[in-house]
């Protein structure tokens, strides 16, 4: 059996099964894609949910000690790539490795790989963050500003990420080609447009592509246990 003591987040979160691949997640878009991944990709994990995102969870030292930068969601593999074991950050860092782990779902050639890369680097650069900011200022604290000018500009940004989504999926099932981890990503954080209420300021359901794409997403069996896992 594989001994992770030495890592200080095991303190915190013991893993069950210490020969299998660790997860230290939550129930949000960004936690989510790693669990869906995995069940994708049939790769046996362990899931640990932080229980929530308070300072006193994401800044504790056991679980800096696997992600810095003090976001979900992380992993701790105790099979790495050089036979040693290995932590990541950042979800879209993890999702490249799981591909190239499992040699599934980054395409099959260089080209689709990097095409594959390419999207999923525009979830996390453009679509996340927007996204996130839209929800700030328009559900929570942000809210309440009387000044517009923040709420207007991420509502704006909101539909032109939707209509870049809209176009890219035009005469396809998804967006990089085959299905990728770049779904995996993109996908996640449509489904959180409903917590922020926000669909109806969107227009969603103008973008017929993108609606059909979430539904065509969450009927995959391996998404829904992915997402079962963090509820």
């Known amino acids: 059996m594989t001994d992770l003591s030495d890592f200080l987040v095991t303190k915190r979160w013991p893993a069950q099964n210490p020969d299998i691949l660790q997860v230290y997640a939550f129930g949000t878009p960004n936690g989510r894609k790693v669990p869906i991944a995995l069940e994708e990709m049939g790769i046996k994990y362990e899931y640990h949910s932080t229980g929530g995102l308070s300072d006193d969870i994401m800044r504790s030292p056991e679980f800096l000690s696997v992600s810095p930068n003090n976001k979900i969601p992380a992993i701790l593999d105790p099979n790495g790539p050089d036979g040693a074991p290995i932590t990541l950050f950042e979800s879209g860092a993890i999702l490249q490795y799981l591909a190239e782990k499992s040699g599934k779902f980054a395409g099959s050639t260089a080209s689709e790989k990097f095409t ?116």
């Open 116 to 231: 594959v890369y390419q999207w999923l680097m525009w979830q996390m650069a453009g679509q996340g963050p927007m996204f996130g900011q839209l929800g700030f200022f328009y559900k929570f604290a942000g809210a309440s500003m009387e000044d517009p000018t923040a709420r207007n500009r991420y509502i704006g940004e909101g539909k032109r990420i939707l209509n870049v989504l809209n176009t890219q999926l035009e005469g396809r099932d998804w967006v990089a080609g085959d299905y990728s981890i770049a779904d995996m990503a993109i996908a996640p954080w449509l489904k959180t447009l409903e917590f922020y209420e926000a669909k109806d300021v969107l227009e969603y359901g103008n973008y017929k592509n993108v609606v059909a794409y979430e539904q065509r997403f969450y009927d995959r069996p391996a998404v829904q246990r992915g997402v079962e896992v963090t509820v």
